[in-house]
């Protein structure tokens, strides 16, 4: 085996090599010999930079004019409270509870508004969805609330759910991994610092008319009206992660846009998903119809193995493998970054690992 580094994490997590290679090369003059960790968000240099990266990512994801695009500070936590607080004037919202972060986004909600959980998968542990004929859907929602990807639990919704009220989507694990149709959506809001680039930027994509007129009673800084008028610049911008995110944009548009991106997440997710499923020691739980591209958590039926896997992997460069501290077990977060041989690198060493331990369990 090579000793090539592959970062399984969760996020923040593996960039483009390429795009580490142009921050390396850039990083000392971006405007005439100041470097982009030095320069204001209102230079002309910048501005222009700006625009074309969020040109490109419309381009991506084929947003059009009835959309804004924003690109802000606070994370993604921080729009689970921006999003109710700017929203929520019927006084009720829908929100659908697939894992941890769609949980904490309704929580975080019933601070500003009156949150309507239309179905808990916490029933099942997280590892399927209900079927929407047991929802409890409220067709007055002011909007309904879901995470297409549940990062920690690693439950995907692949079809966007048919509801009457305009849907947001927490997109932070699975933005940009394949193709999706914005006009299904009212809002969709990412963090930055798994599929986009780094931490520091959150990209929020709105429909003009649910923000237009909205929220007068916040502050301009809580407002996505006033973000969408002062083009991300009302305050100070994340440069440097804007600046990231551009060039994986580019990176992207590159590797054959969000076609390409998809085919091959889906390959990778295949490769594991089957080489788990017929090993007679790793599982997952999640079922299959609903298994995330993006993260995939496995666990080893002797949890004492646990340690000496990750030691491990992480000896034969795959890092990061450790599943998230509320559910244990592994986790291989595989994000556009990570190339189809990191996969099979660890399908590799998870051979390996099992066929010297298989009288263990
Ligand atoms: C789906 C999802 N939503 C929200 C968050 C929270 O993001 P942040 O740490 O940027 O607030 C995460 C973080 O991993 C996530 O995976």
């Known amino acids: 085996m090579t000793n090539k580094i592959y970062n399984f994490s969760a996020g923040p997590s593996a960039l483009p090599e390429s795009v580490i290679d142009t921050i390396k090369s850039e990083i000392n003059n971006f405007d005439q010999g100041m470097s982009v960790l030095e320069i204001s968000h209102r230079s ?7 625009d074309e990266s969020e040109e490109n990512l419309r381009n991506l994801l084929n947003i059009n004019s009835d959309y ?12 689970f409270s921006m999003l109710p607080q700017n929203l929520s004037y019927k006084e009720s919202a829908d929100y659908l ?5 769609s949980a904490k986004a309704a929580d975080y909600g019933s601070y500003h508004t009156s949150v309507n959980i239309v179905s808990n998968s916490i029933n099942n542990n997280y590892t399927t969805l209900n079927d929407i004929t047991s929802w409890s859907l409220n067709d007055d929602a ?20 048919a509801v009457n009220v305009p849907i947001i989507n927490d997109m932070s694990s699975t933005i940009c991994s394949r193709p999706i149709n914005i006009n299904d959506y009212g809002l969709i809001f ?6 986009l ?11 003009n008319d649910l923000i237009e007129n909205k929220a007068k009673n916040l502050p301009p800084i809580s407002r996505y009206e006033t973000h969408a008028k002062e083009k991300s610049m009302l305050n100070t911008s994340p440069v440097f992660a804007w600046y990231v995110a551009g060039l994986v944009f580019k990176w992207i548009l590159e590797q054959g846009g969000l076609k390409t991106m998809g085919e091959i997440n889906k390959e990778k997710a295949k490769l594991l998903y089957e080489f788990i499923d017929d090993s007679s020691i790793y599982s997952n739980p999640v079922e299959k119809k609903y298994r995330s591209w993006m993260n995939i958590p496995f666990i080893i039926k002797d949890a004492s193995l646990d340690e000496s896997f990750l030691c491990e992997a ?4 795959l890092k990061n493998l450790k599943g998230h501290r509320t559910v244990g077990g592994m986790r291989a977060s595989m994000y556009n ?9 660890l399908i590799d060493f998870m051979d390996y690992f099992q066929s010297r331990n298989l009288n263990n369990v």
């Open 44 to 50: 002309s240099a910048f501005k222009k930079y700006a």
């Open 68 to 79: 804004s695009v924003l690109f802000l500070q606070g994370g993604a936590t921080h729009q």
């Open 97 to 101: 509870v697939t894992g941890a972060w």
């Open 142 to 161: 002011e909007y309904f609330y879901y995470a297409s990807n549940e990062t920690i639990h690693g439950l995907e919704i692949h079809e966007t759910p």
């Open 190 to 195: 990412a963090g930055a610092q798994k599929n």
């Open 197 to 207: 680039g780094i931490a520091g930027l959150t990209v929020v994509i709105a429909n």
């Open 314 to 317: 992480s000896k034969e460069g």
């Open 337 to 345: 970054a990570m190339p189809i041989e990191g996969v099979k690198k």
